[in-house]
């Protein structure tokens, strides 16, 4: 039997405030455990939550960049479950009524092919504390640090497929919310976690089969792996002749196998109701159209102006605009080079190629984007070429020279222009390799044409690289073949 994937996420995104959603703790990542928990925090009586506006103001960010409904009364709720690093025994979420309501984004798959995946809602709630296992000798520790750190619950539809378009989309909401500065997007911190609900019917029905749910996936590739592996469990479990169980379930990336944790609730068994400390949120008109007015140009919409503006291919300006930061570097070095496309390979390339092997993010590259564009104008008018550029280039990245044209001068690369110098140095090249001028001019072309290229390696190598390559196999083959 033929089996088609249904997946939809739910993304947490931890927003980006200084203090938490419901109190004045701070959100910094990293403190020592449980310095950072008030009374507020740990529901003690006779405290009462405060909202903070800048968690509002971040989530009708994220609405108005998905075209989604906004909830102009959203409402408080409380969620009832007992969990040890749950310490008032419920959770201040959002159910009927949320800030953020049916909206959608596109994504770009492998092939290029472009997909609409809807946006069920998006809800303001608060974090759990976090326990920990590890050095307590059979015990648990609990650190409620996280307690109250704000949340954008983003719940996707039932709308993709396979694992590779769960993996795209959940890049595209990374990519968005950096973007909109309303998320860091650290994986690694758990400032975004995603819940991946999976099912399989048989290709060609309309029901939904059974569900389940593999909870707090901290990376793409995990995404990956765990969609990938409970389909391969669910369809040998029915094909086996069993049932698929409604659970959660966890991802063990170290067994690639995901097993129970708990049997998946309803919405009922939490007892959901209105909190009482909690008035509803009325937002104003106005302060949509505010918030309209402080959206930066969004992923999709710099793509497209990339490709417009700049003549890139779709691929490059998708990569280029991945995130915010990598693009205002693309557009700085573009700016100082004036040629988008050199700009584009530069960056894409080498640079991309040097933050990978020293594992850094685009903001701590050792290469200013300034410093890339002057080097990239160097290239142009022919001061050197593209092999020089890649020793001048590692020579930045040493933080040998502030800039190209110093390190060019410090260590005498600058590209040999002059015929009669490059002329007088092939001269030297052919009469010391007499007897392969000899075969190459008594060979056919197609041997011609392999033998060539021994010539212009072994001038390049007498210029130490620094002879214009174009003047250089103009000269040779005027020379071979006069």
Same mark, same amino acid.
């Given at each position: 039997?033929?089996?088609?994937?249904?997946?939809?996420?739910?993304?947490?995104?931890?927003?980006?405030?200084?203090s938490?959603?419901?109190?004045?703790s701070?959100?910094?990542?990293?403190?020592?455990?449980?310095?950072?928990?008030?009374?507020?925090?740990?529901?003690?009586?006779?405290?009462?939550?405060?909202?903070?506006?800048?968690?509002?103001?971040?989530?009708?960010?994220?609405?108005?960049?998905?075209?989604a409904?906004?909830?102009?009364?959203n409402?408080?709720?409380?969620?009832?479950?007992?969990?040890?690093?749950?310490?008032?025994?419920?959770?201040?979420?959002?159910?009927?009524?949320?800030?953020?309501?049916?909206?959608?984004?596109?994504?770009?798959?492998?092939?290029?092919?472009?997909?609409?995946?809807?946006?069920?809602?998006?809800?303001?709630?608060?974090?759990?504390?976090?326990?920990?296992?590890?050095d307590?000798?059979?015990?648990s520790?609990?650190?409620?640090?996280?307690?109250?750190?704000?949340?954008?619950?983003?719940?996707?539809?039932?709308?993709?497929?396979?694992?590779k378009?769960?993996?795209?989309?959940?890049?595209?909401?990374?990519?968005?919310?950096?973007y909109?500065?309303?998320?860091?997007?650290?994986?690694?911190?758990?400032?975004?976690?995603?819940?991946?609900?999976?099912?399989?019917?048989?290709?060609?029905?309309?029901?939904f089969?059974?569900?389940?749910?593999?909870?707090?996936?901290?990376?793409?590739?995990?995404?990956e792996?765990?969609?990938?592996?409970?389909?391969?469990?669910?369809i040998?479990?029915?094909?086996?002749?069993?049932k698929?169980?409604?659970?959660?379930?966890?991802?063990?990336p170290?067994?690639?196998?995901?097993?129970?944790?708990?049997?998946?609730?309803?919405?009922?068994?939490?007892?959901?109701?209105?909190?009482?400390?909690?008035?509803?949120v009325?937002?104003?008109p106005?302060?949509?159209?505010?918030?309209?007015?402080?959206?930066?140009?969004?992923?999709?919409?710099?793509?497209?102006?990339?490709?417009?503006?700049?003549?890139?291919?779709t691929?490059?300006?998708?990569?280029?605009?991945?995130s915010r930061?990598?693009?205002?570097?693309?557009?700085?070095?573009q700016?100082?080079?004036?040629?988008?496309?050199?700009?584009?390979?530069?960056?894409?390339?080498?640079?991309?190629?040097?933050?990978?092997?020293?594992?850094?993010?685009?903001?701590?590259?050792?290469?200013?984007?300034?410093?890339l564009?002057?080097?990239?104008?160097?290239?142009?008018d022919?001061?050197?070429?593209?092999?020089?550029?890649?020793?001048?280039?590692? *020579?930045?990245? =040493?933080?040998?020279?502030?800039?190209?044209? &110093?390190?060019? /001068? $410090? %260590?005498g690369? !600058?590209?040999?222009?002059?015929?009669?110098?490059?002329?007088?140095?092939?001269?030297?090249?052919? *009469?010391?390799? =007499?007897?392969?001028?000899?075969?190459?001019? &008594?060979?056919? /072309? $197609? %041997?011609?044409? !392999?033998?060539f290229?021994f010539?212009?390696?072994?001038?390049?190598?007498?210029s130490?690289?620094? *002879?214009n390559?174009?003047?250089?196999?103009?000269?040779?083959r005027?020379?071979? /073949?006069?």
């Amino acid at each position: 039997m033929q089996w088609e994937i249904v997946i939809g996420l739910e993304i947490h995104a931890q927003l980006t405030t200084a203090s938490k959603i419901f109190s004045g703790s701070a959100t910094t990542f990293g403190a020592e455990p449980n310095t950072q928990a008030s009374l507020v925090d740990l529901g003690m009586p006779g405290t009462l939550p405060v909202l903070n506006a800048q968690a509002v103001r971040n989530a009708v960010k994220f609405g108005l960049a998905i075209d989604a409904e906004i909830g102009m009364t959203n409402v408080f709720a409380r969620k009832n479950y007992f969990y040890p690093d749950l310490p008032k025994g419920y959770q201040t979420s959002q159910m009927d009524h949320p800030i953020v309501g049916k909206g959608y984004l596109d994504i770009t798959l492998e092939d290029g092919t472009v997909k609409r995946v809807g946006v069920t809602r998006a809800h303001l709630e608060e974090d759990a504390g976090k326990s920990l296992h590890e050095d307590f000798h059979g015990m648990s520790g609990i650190d409620l640090n996280r307690a109250g750190t704000p949340l954008l619950e983003i719940v996707s539809e039932p709308d993709m497929r396979s694992a590779k378009e769960a993996v795209a989309y959940a890049k595209t909401i990374h990519s968005l919310v950096r973007y909109l500065g309303i998320c860091d997007g650290n994986m690694a911190e758990g400032s975004l976690r995603c819940d991946c609900n999976v099912s399989i019917r048989p290709k060609g029905q309309a029901e939904f089969g059974t569900r389940c749910e593999i909870k707090n996936v901290n990376s793409f590739r995990f995404i990956e792996k765990a969609i990938n592996t409970e389909v391969q469990r669910q369809i040998e479990l029915i094909e086996d002749g069993g049932k698929v169980v409604q659970e959660t379930r966890l991802y063990d990336p170290n067994k690639d196998e995901t097993r129970s944790m708990r049997s998946k609730e309803e919405a009922n068994d939490y007892r959901y109701f209105p909190c009482p400390d909690l008035l509803p949120v009325v937002l104003e008109p106005s302060f949509i159209e505010e918030v309209r007015g402080e959206l930066p140009e969004l992923p999709q919409q710099k793509r497209e102006r990339f490709e417009s503006q700049f003549g890139l291919s779709t691929y490059d300006a998708s990569v280029l605009s991945a995130s915010r930061e990598l693009a205002d570097y693309f557009e700085q070095v573009q700016q100082t080079c004036g040629d988008a496309k050199l700009a584009a390979n530069w960056v894409m390339g080498e640079l991309s190629s040097l933050l990978n092997k020293e594992g850094l993010e685009i903001e701590q590259s050792p290469v200013s984007a300034t410093q890339l564009g002057g080097m990239i104008l160097r290239i142009k008018d022919n001061t050197i070429s593209g092999k020089i550029a890649k020793m001048v280039f590692e *020579a930045l990245a =040493a933080g040998e020279g502030d800039s190209a044209d &110093a390190i060019i /001068e $410090a %260590k005498g690369l !600058k590209q040999v222009t002059d015929s009669g110098a490059i002329e007088a140095m092939l001269d030297e090249v052919l *009469a010391a390799n =007499a007897a392969q001028v000899e075969q190459y001019r &008594a060979s056919d /072309e $197609a %041997k011609r044409g !392999k033998m060539f290229g021994f010539f212009v390696g072994q001038a390049m190598k007498a210029s130490k690289g620094k *002879a214009n390559p174009q003047q250089v196999n103009e000269l040779l083959r005027k020379k071979l /073949e006069g």
